[in-house]
């Protein structure tokens, strides 16, 4: 399942977006969304990103803190989430479904071939939530006796004699299901449904109609029986009847299609190879198939919303080629009879592995034009694909061990970047997942990548388990080296196949490569919490370079006192590089190098895969010389940030700006266009050669942005050329210019761009009619509202709020209607929530300070009041916690 961070990072946009700046309108380096505000610049992980100041905190021992002692073993917890106990082993698994529209109930029938695992068994327990049965029988007919507890989870039936080892018995349900029904007034499910209906009965205007499922935990058991648990695996049948209109999409291969009479048919889907009950899937909705050439001999398919078929290989980019490229890293040919991806409406996740059946959220929707230099979409395809190794065929075991799942599947993304882009894109990807690893842990607590003590199993579901999972893999991959890391991948793939695993098998497999004992590796980074948090200095004397390094982490959380760190070290002279392999072992440790003069500058992990954050204070000097000789994008990335921030050193300054406006990679040019606050004179001919020509739309639009804000003098005919871009991310930027330049004319182009369905079009289009007071477009904003999702909500809909604020009150209350349903709907994304919440105490408090200037306010006043009553409306009707807890911080 893809995590896309939305919840974890929304505080953190709050944040970003209260700012007051005008500048970059397109921020081309933060494509994630950015560290927080109150971050201090200094130096971690030898980027310009976050830094903690960490004390020596938590039960250190005396020796420890002398710096000899050796990291301790893991300890081990006594778990409370751990494997599911297997009594029988479902075989079989056969689905007749039908639906009740009307009532969102799912009609079924299913037959259930099963055995013993071991032991003989007279009864058998299976995960049903919330059922209404109308039968239990044998495969012969014969009636079953039952019992179905108050709480109505899970059903036993009395098997109609004992069976024994190797003995298979069926069991047939006949049954309805209402996946929404928690059970009592109070309790509808809203996220955790199961199985969807989406417009059902049509109320919802143009809103297609779909049914579709999302199984991930353990909710597929709420529309068909089953042993609800990561370590049960069976082959499938599914025989659904719908509606001759709308196309149906399941696990597997579609074998017929027959007619049902009165306008049904009844489509028949079979997997024949065994999977977890949790990747089932069905989706049902009036989509065009489009079909990609076959891979291998198995078709590759995918489902489109009609306005969207045209558009299909850009929405899912390269998958034909991932297939072949995974394949042949992993050394095990897809192993799937079909791969089928689909956009679904409302979805509850970002994206879900289904067996041959990937469901997605509609932020992967677009045309070709929009998706112009996004890679979200392939990073997000690549992610699900790899879980059908990592996942579908070889599959945790428990929740706990998740990240043998998603850590797998994070760090495909970087595997497909590196091979597609190179070194410099994948590395990028990488420090956004740092980022996103670290800030969750500033925000919360660390705990074990292998957590047995979790409360909830929603909880491994977060930074943990993908970001630091992925870079745990990363950094093994480095310790071992490529051959070795793909080599043990395919022998833990072969070994496991279709089975269930936890840690030990994967250690197991890197050991029987390798001949290594790894469990140092294992116990410190999946065993125990936390990362090493480094605090580096150098010193140079009499023919010789000291590295000194302090480990600085606080120790509680079973975090440990000492990692053991195999890194190197390369010292620079003369702008070359010496490097030295050590080993951290040692609370306090420093290491001496012979060097012939003072180093250029010294590079701590010059490959960049430790997961770590380090203070280490570099001189201008310095950063100038490993901008100029360390070849890695961390390094130079990293020296152009800081730089800008570094007092008394323009020479040296304008220079590597100058050097990093012609970089090779577009981040790098993006932050030093970010950095300038005066250009130079040549440094502003290069911005305009970017602004014209830079292949990467959003370092131009960055650049356009600079000059805007600069009034250069040849903004004018930038701003025309950049009206007639491909990419509307430089269309809408252009229009910024435009404005700056010639109302007259901006003010035409913005009446035609408003036909256009692009979040940068409407975005630049609200930031103009905002500015401008033009309550006249205050509908066409409102038209965007339901449609725009992600950072573009922010900043749509704080938009659109500046504008309510320059009406009258009788708009004002419309307006925050609007805003209050659209906050109040939770099948609405947390986006569009949080955006609209966020509007409605924006504007009340805009308001709030201009009553205090006036001498009548009765009629403000009183909206105010309405306002804050909405607020609590919105607080109390919030279902996601973590929304919750912003708005409680926040609002």
């Not at 990609?292 to 489109?304: A, C, H, L, R, T």
């Not at 600069?710 to 930027?733: C, F, G, H």
Request: glycine share 6%.
């Amino acid at each position: 399942m893809y995590r896309s961070a939305i919840l974890s990072l929304l505080a953190t946009l709050l944040l970003a977006v209260s700012c007051n700046t005008t500048r970059p309108v397109v921020d081309p380096v933060q494509i994630d969304p950015p560290p927080p505000a109150e971050v201090t610049y200094t130096e971690t992980r030898d980027l310009d990103t976050m830094t903690v100041t960490p004390e020596a905190n938590g039960t250190i021992t005396e020796e420890e803190m002398e710096g000899t002692a050796s990291p301790a073993p893991a300890t081990r917890v006594e778990p409370r989430a751990i494997a599911y106990t297997r009594v029988n082993d479902l075989l079989h698994t056969k689905l007749e479904i039908s639906f009740d529209w009307d009532r969102e109930m799912v009609i079924g029938r299913a037959t259930l071939r099963l055995k013993p695992i071991f032991k003989p068994v007279t009864e058998v327990t299976l995960d049903a939530k919330h059922f209404d049965f109308k039968s239990i029988t044998t495969a012969d007919g014969k009636p079953l006796k039952y019992t179905y507890p108050d709480d109505q989870q899970q059903v036993t039936i009395q098997l109609d004699k004992a069976y024994t080892r190797g003995k298979e018995f069926t069991v047939v349900i006949d049954y309805t299901a209402i996946p929404h029904d928690g059970g009592g007034a109070g309790e509808a499910i809203t996220s955790d449904k199961g199985l969807f209906f989406i417009n059902p009965r049509g109320e919802e205007g143009d809103k297609p109609r779909q049914i579709w499922t999302q199984g991930e935990t353990e909710n597929n058991s709420r529309w068909f029986p089953t042993i609800d648990k990561p370590n049960e695996r069976t082959t499938q049948e599914l025989y659904v009847t719908v509606e001759d209109e709308y196309e149906t999409l399941s696990n597997g291969t579609l074998v017929s299609s027959t007619p049902a009479g009165d306008g049904m048919r009844t489509d028949y889907w079979k997997m024949d190879i065994p999977h977890a009950p949790y990747l089932f899937a069905l989706i049902v909705g009036d989509f065009e198939i489009v079909e990609d050439e076959k891979w291998n001999g198995i078709p590759v398919n995918y489902y489109m919303e009609a306005k969207y078929a045209d558009h299909a290989k850009a929405i899912f980019p390269h998958t034909r080629e991932m297939l072949t490229f995974f394949s042949e890293l992993t050394g095990v040919e897809y192993p799937w009879p079909k791969y089928s991806q689909v956009v679904v409406r409302d979805y509850v996740s970002g994206a879900m592995e289904n067996t041959t059946a990937v469901i997605f959220g509609e932020y992967m929707n677009g045309t070709a034009r929009d998706l112009i230099d996004v890679d979200q979409n392939e990073k997000v395809v690549a992610h699900e694909m790899f879980h059908h190794w990592f996942g579908d065929y070889v599959t945790c075991e428990s929740w706990s061990q998740l990240t043998l799942n998603e850590g797998f599947a994070n760090y495909s993304e970087y595997l497909w970047l590196e091979n597609k882009y190179g070194r410099d894109a994948a590395d990028y990807h990488l420090i956004n997942e740092w980022q996103g690893y670290f800030g969750s842990v500033r925000n919360g607590e660390p705990h074990e990548l292998i957590w047995y003590d979790y409360d909830d199993k929603e909880q491994m579901f977060d930074a943990h388990s993908y970001n630091k999972g992925g870079s745990v893999l990363h950094m093994l991959r480095g310790y071992v080296g490529d051959e070795a890391f793909f080599a043990s991948l395919n022998h833990y793939l072969n070994e496991n196949k279709l089975s269930a695993v936890e840690i030990d098998e994967l250690r197991i497999a890197f050991e029987d490569v390798t001949g290594e004992d790894l469990s140092w590796f294992f116990d410190q980074w999946y065993l125990k919490a936390g990362h090493p948090q480094l605090n580096i200095t150098t010193d140079y004397t009499d023919g010789s370079v000291s590295v000194t390094v302090r480990q600085t982490q606080r120790t509680d959380n079973n975090v440990p006192a000492v990692f053991r760190l195999p890194v190197d070290i390369a010292v620079y002279t003369n702008g070359t590089a010496t490097t030295h392999s050590v080993v951290i072992e040692q609370r306090e440790q420093t290491f001496t190098f012979p060097a012939a003069a003072r180093p250029d500058v010294v590079i701590f992990d010059p490959e960049h895969r430790l997961l770590a954050e380090y203070e280490y204070e570099k001189s201008p000097e310095e950063l100038a010389a490993q901008y100029r000789y360390a070849p890695s994008f961390l390094d130079r990335y990293s020296a152009v940030g800081r730089l800008s921030m570094t007092e008394g050193s323009d020479e040296l300054r304008d220079e590597i700006l100058t050097s990093a406006l012609r970089d090779s990679f577009y981040a790098i040019r993006g932050t030093a266009l970010q950095s300038l606050e005066e250009p130079t004179d040549d440094q502003r001919e290069i911005i305009r050669d970017i602004a014209r020509n830079d292949e990467h739309s959003q370092v131009r639009a960055t650049a356009i942005a600079l000059l805007t804000e600069a009034e250069d003098d040849q903004l004018a005919d930038i701003a025309r050329a950049a009206m007639k871009a491909e990419s509307y991310t430089v269309v809408a930027t252009g229009l910024q210019a435009l404005v700056a330049t010639d109302t007259a004319a901006a003010t035409a182009a913005a009446a035609e761009l408003e036909a256009i369905d692009n979040p940068s079009i409407s975005g630049s289009l609200a930031t103009l009619y905002s500015e401008t007071g033009a309550l006249e477009k205050l509908p066409y904003l409102e038209q965007r509202l339901g449609s725009t999702d992600g950072y573009d909500a922010i900043a749509l809909y704080t938009a659109y709020q500046t504008l309510l604020a320059k009406g009258p009150a009788a708009q004002q209350t419309q307006g925050v209607s609007v805003l209050k349903d659209m906050a109040l709907d939770q099948s609405q994304s947390p986006w569009r929530r949080l955006a609209a919440t966020k509007a409605i105490n924006d504007l009340r408090n805009d308001l709030s300070a201009r009553v205090d200037a006036m001498e009548e306010s009765g009629e403000l006043n009183k909206l105010i009041m309405e306002m804050g009553t909405s607020l609590e409306a919105i607080k109390a009707a919030e279902t996601n916690a973590e929304l919750k807890s912003i708005y409680e911080q926040q609002f």
